[in-house]
């Protein structure tokens, strides 16, 4: 890596953390912890407002930000990539916001990074998700996100129909289908539900706040100890 490569790694690694220690970015890095108090030196001399001291950590002021970044051939290959293998598996909403944020992206690349990157031969052709699938996964998507408790009408595996008030937690993909991670009001517990069997969804003016036992992080913990 160059050093103007690795100086800019090394702000880009500080500003994404509270606080940054020598040895965490001589191992990102691989490099020395000599090299690196070397480049918070040199970063410091050119006006880089990195806060912090050897043995303790570093932190990035409030308020320091970036030129525009620029991608090499392989990284804007990376992000198309991504976005292809991302659009047949989100909601329509969202994968119209990654093929816009991708143009932006491809639109300020030099010629040869672009050319690059458009004519990657790497494809997911994998079905569309149903109109059906799609809306309620923007609307599960969105709803997680504000915090709004849902009504489910809900069709099980066995065919055995319910009705649930949960809160939802997280969107999970597990390659063919998506899933809700909720927290189930009517059985007081963490349930799961595919989102292809969800038959009815409605979003409540109900509101909830994280509370100790119901969060994701309890899910996932209770889920390790399975």
């Not at 970044?69 to 991504?82: G, H, I, P």
């Not at 709004?148 to 390659?175: H, I, M, N, Q």
């Not at 003016?205 to 889920?223: C, H, I, V, W, Y």
């Amino acid at each position: 890596m160059r050093r103007a490569d690795r100086l800019f790694q090394i702000v880009q690694l500080i500003r994404g953390r509270r606080l940054t220690t020598a040895d965490y970015l001589a191992q990102r890095l691989e490099v020395s912890m000599r090299t690196v108090y070397r480049d918070i030196a040199a970063l410091a001399q050119q006006g880089v407002p990195i806060e912090g001291e050897a043995g303790v950590g570093y932190r990035m002021r409030a308020g320091f930000d970036l030129p525009p970044l620029m991608f090499s051939k392989q990284e804007a290959q990376a992000l198309v990539a991504t976005v292809r293998m991302a659009e047949s598996r989100l909601d329509a909403a969202l994968a119209r916001q990654a093929e816009n944020a991708l143009s932006k992206i491809l639109a300020v690349l030099p010629l040869d990074a672009r050319a690059a990157a458009e004519s990657l031969a790497l494809y997911a052709p994998l079905p569309a998700l149903d109109p059906a699938t799609s809306a309620h996964l923007t609307a599960l998507r969105e709803a997680t996100e504000a915090r709004r408790k849902l009504r489910l009408g809900y069709l099980d595996l066995g065919g055995v129909k319910s009705e649930r008030v949960v809160r939802p937690l997280a969107c999970l993909f597990w390659g063919p289908v998506w899933t809700l991670a909720a927290w189930c009001e009517l059985r007081q517990d963490f349930r799961s539900f595919r989102v292809d069997r969800i038959e009815t969804l409605d979003v409540l003016d109900e509101s909830f706040r994280d509370e100790p036992g119901k969060t994701l992080a309890d899910m996932n913990r209770q889920r390790e100890d399975c």
